[in-house]
Every structure is written in structure tokens, then in C-alpha cells.
């Protein structure tokens, strides 16, 4: 039975679109994964959300919490938020699972998105004022680009992946592994900042702020960042204390770390680094971040 609804402009404009796509082998499909196969595409590194024992563990709560008054401190909604959390969407509930978190990685306050890519667009498009600057790797995951691209900071600068990573760090600036003296290309984290320092007097005082965004594990190439190093370079490049680090712990919290508390919580960073975006859609087994 032919459809009665005419095909407009836009209708068609897409369907030619797909057709073309299909023609070039690119046209993707929601599948369903067979539960035979070996799972090395997922995010779920370490199979928590197929776990048995997690899984009988939060229907037990469910079904525990069904048999308290809804009155109770750690009760409240566990099914819809029922609104913003400014409005009447807060619970007890919510800010314990904060707390429990903030006790984990040893920081002094968590904040619960719902997710890890959400938490990154929310922290970069919001802190940075617009005489701040946001220095970024390359190779930084998109949600800091699209968390860049809300900011009020006119000034983004970005560095080479390379020069921040184990093991390859590397100085001046890159292109394709050589060395290069064009403005135009990315630099080393450290002589960007230097060049920072050098051109603006409210960095150089302290009156304007560096955020610094890096990722502790990339996924793609699997390079750990050096957190040490960046550290250090920040402490002394700007001593006044308006450095600020953000590293994004969605691949490496599970993995590193006592625990799998992540990097920063490895190396003993907590003190040195401002803010870490924590996902628990990967190795947590879970959503949000």
C-alpha cells in the first residue's frame, strides 16, 4: 500500500542524501548485538553492566527503598528527577551518591550530570570568564570543542597532543613530527604558555585565568597524559596560582588507579588539579558522569 503523504523538499533532500550514502557503503544500521559474539567494540570494559551481582544488588535497593516511607532521608524519587534540581528535582538521595563519590576520588565537591560529555560542555561553557583563556591538546575529546564554542573566553589556544603525553614529549612546535616555526601551527603546551605569559599582563598578574584541558587516558591511541609534567610546567609558569588543570578521567577511571579511582587519584595529583570529568558510562558500567 502506497503512503498518501507527499514527499516535500526536505523529505526528498534526505532521502537522496541516504541513498547516496548507501551507495558509498556508508549508510549505518541500529543492530541489536548478538549475545554470542565477544564484546571488544562497547565502552564496558570491565562488564559491570552485565554483572550479576550488581545487578541482583540494585534491585535489592529498589525493592528495599519500595518498603520505606518516602519520607525517608535516602528515599525521596529514585524513578524521575521530577524536575530541575534548582527547582524540586534535588533529593537527599542524589547529593549522598555526591558525597559517596567525592569521598572516592578524594575531592572537595562533586556535581552529577547526566553524562560525562554533558559534565564537559557544562564545566568549560560556564567557569571560564571572557578575559580567561582555555588551552586545549588537539587531539581533546569533542565535547570540550562544543563546550569551547558556548564559552565567553575569546581566546582558545590549542597544543600539540605529543608534547603532553608519555614518552613523546617533545618542544616547539609540530607538524607531522618535524620541527616547524609557523605561527599558524600548534605549539608545545609549554612554549604556548610561555608565549601566553609573555603577550598578556592579566596572565602575567594574575588577573585573568589559564584553564588547561587534557584527557588522562585517549582512547583512540591509548597515550597516558603526563600529569606530572603538566603540573609542574603550570606551577611555574604561572606562580600566582591562576593555572587551573581540567583533566577528563572518562577511559581511565576503572582502569587506573587504586580501585580504578583514575590517573589524577594514581599519581597523588589531587591537590594539583582543579577539576576531573569522571564517566561511569565506560568502565562503571552505569550513565552520567
Known amino acids: 500500500m502506497k503512503s498518501s503523504v507527499k514527499v516535500g523538499s526536505l523529505e526528498a533532500t ?3 542524501r541516504l541513498a547516496q550514502r548507501e551507495s558509498q557503503g556508508r549508510l549505518r544500521h541500529l543492530d541489536i548485538p548478538r549475545p554470542d559474539l565477544v564484546d571488544f567494540s562497547s565502552n564496558d570494559y570491565l562488564s559491570l553492566s552485565q554483572d550479576l551481582v550488581l545487578r541482583n544488588a540494585l534491585i535489592a535497593h529498589l525493592h528495599d ?21 534548582l527547582l524540586d528535582g534535588n533529593s537527599a538521595f542524589v547529593e549522598h551518591i ?11 565537591a562533586t556535581l552529577l550530570f547526566t553524562s560525562a560529555y554533558d559534565a564537559n560542555v557544562g564545566l568549560i561553557s560556564c567557569v571560564p570568564g571572557a ?5 586545549y591538546d588537539n587531539l581533546i575529546h569533542a565535547s570540550i570543542h562544543d563546550g569551547m564554542r558556548l564559552s565567553r573566553p575569546t581566546r582558545k589556544v590549542p597544543f600539540t597532543h605529543s608534547s603532553i603525553v608519555r614518552n613523546t614529549r617533545r618542544s616547539g612546535v609540530e607538524e607531522d613530527g618535524k620541527t616547524s616555526t609557523a605561527a599558524t601551527e600548534s605549539q608545545s603546551l ?3 604558555l610561555k ?8 596572565v602575567r598578574c594574575g588577573g585573568s585565568n589559564v584553564f588547561i584541558c587534557v584527557e588522562a ?16 610546567v603550570v606551577k611555574a609558569l604561572l606562580p600566582r596560582g591562576n593555572g587551573h588543570i581540567i583533566v577528563d ?13 583514575g590517573l589524577v587519584c594514581q599519581l597523588g595529583l589531587q591537590g594539583q588539579i582543579w577539576a576531573r570529568v569522571i564517566g561511569f558510562g565506560k568502565a562503571m558500567g552505569c550513565a552520567g558522569g
Open 249 to 261: 578521567e572518562a577511559h581511565s577511571v576503572g582502569v587506573l588507579g587504586d580501585g580504578g579511582r
Open 98 to 108: 555526591e558525597r559517596k563519590i567525592s569521598d572516592f576520588h578524594g575531592s572537595g
Open 131 to 135: 578575559g580567561d583563556v582555555i588551552m
Open 190 to 192: 609549554e612554549l604556548a
Open 195 to 202: 608565549q601566553l605569559i609573555d603577550s598578556d599582563q592579566q
Open 217 to 232: 587516558l585517549y582512547s583512540m591511541d591509548g597515550d597516558i597524559a603526563d600529569l606530572e609534567y603538566i603540573s609542574d
Open 14 to 16: 534526505l532521502q537522496g
Open 65 to 85: 527503598s519500595d518498603k520505606k516511607p518516602s519520607s525517608s532521608s535516602l528515599n525521596g524519587r529514585l524513578i524521575g528527577s521530577g524536575g530541575s534540581r
